[in-house]
């Protein structure tokens, strides 16, 4: 049985859940002191964080998932002062030897943070950015949901009346979503025909309000983004959707990222050794953000086109030699240098 000594420091790991966080508490040598389940509620937080505290000063709290199952016990326990980090789950090989289970899930996180080798800061989720956060989601959303509404209007169209099919022939996708919410199916949906022409009207209805709801939540966006992050709008080739995406993943507290090498990684634009041979060559890390990867990718496929600057970069790499893909990836982390230097004073 191990000893508690009064001020012995003891780490702390969460293996999150939706309804029950498994909580497991090592001291400094890895040797297990206890773990305990506790409600996601706010009283189940309490809890918990009292419960930690009983085996000694609490040097650092490891949570899985302090982005989603995590994310309010996360800002419970900086609430009352624990220092916590985010811990990754345990890779497919421990859990073939150890096995899986909730308990054995939080044993690893601790000694994961006991270790040091989980060292990450969670983003910070109670500021500007997180208000883009979530604006962003909904427009996301609203713009799937529209494009899935107008491909299926075009299949109904293209399968249904000649009549119909014709009268839409032609148009644009502003034109068809205003003709086709205007259609007078008639009496009788039995009728194919009838029943196509109410179907198609209720989408084109669908996709009215939709553009409605997209135009106000881009409203609020272009709002927020200019307030964060003004300085990046202003530099060539990025957008709001773009910025907001970078300010996303930087999240609301951008002194997290130590570097802009960091910031690399976690964008997944950090060049790699990819040599083999004769060959000498780098790629980009496949790890990282991958939403904040595509927005990278959009401001240098937009710079390619329109930026002079970049343009006349280009064409010299071209000349010496290096490939288009290449070329890309030499940008998206230029790119993401740049972007690093303009968005980490613009939260700070």
């Not at 003004?230 to 080739?237: I, Q, V």
Request: net charge positive; aromatic share 4%.
């Amino acid at each position: 049985m191990t000893v508690i000594v009064e001020g012995t420091r003891v780490y702390v790991g969460v293996d999150t859940h939706a309804d029950v966080h498994h909580v497991a508490v090592v001291d400094e040598l890895g040797r297990g002191l206890g773990d305990h389940g506790f409600p996601t509620t706010p009283t189940g937080y309490r809890t918990l964080s009292a419960w930690c505290q009983q085996f000694g000063v609490v040097a650092v709290a490891g949570v899985e998932g302090t982005s989603s199952y995590g994310a309010a016990l996360t800002c419970h326990l900086r609430g009352v002062g624990m220092t916590v980090v985010e811990v990754d789950r345990p890779d497919r090989k421990s859990r073939r030897l150890q096995g899986k289970s909730d308990p054995l899930d939080a044993y690893s996180a601790a000694r994961a943070v006991a270790a040091g080798r989980a060292t990450g800061v969670p983003k910070g989720k109670d500021g500007l950015v997180e208000s883009i956060c979530c604006l962003h989601v909904a427009r996301r959303s609203a713009i799937k949901a529209r494009t899935q509404a107008i491909n299926q209007i075009r299949g109904l169209l293209v399968s249904g009346p000649v009549r119909l099919r014709e009268q839409s022939r032609g148009l644009s996708r502003k034109s068809l979503i205003a003709t086709m919410a205007h259609l007078r199916p008639g009496s009788g949906a039995s009728d194919p025909e009838v029943a196509v022409r109410i179907t198609v009207r209720s989408l084109a209805r669908q996709c009215h309000d939709l553009n409605t709801e997209i135009a106000t939540l881009e409203g609020h966006l272009t709002d927020l983004t200019r307030q964060a992050a003004p300085a990046l709008l202003e530099r060539p080739g990025f957008g709001i959707d773009t910025v907001a995406q970078l300010l996303i993943t930087v999240g609301d507290n951008p002194e997290r990222l130590r570097s802009e090498a960091a910031f690399a990684w976690l964008a997944g634009v950090a060049p790699i050794p990819a040599s083999s041979g004769r060959t000498d060559r780098h790629q980009l890390s496949r790890s990282g953000n991958r939403q904040a990867n595509r927005a990278l990718h959009i401001v240098v496929l937009v710079r390619m086109h329109c930026d002079e600057r970049t343009r006349t970069y280009v064409q010299r790499r071209t000349q010496q030699g290096l490939g288009k893909k290449d070329i890309i990836r030499c940008l998206k982390r230029a790119v993401a240098r740049e972007a690093f230097h303009a968005l980490r004073p613009a939260i700070t």
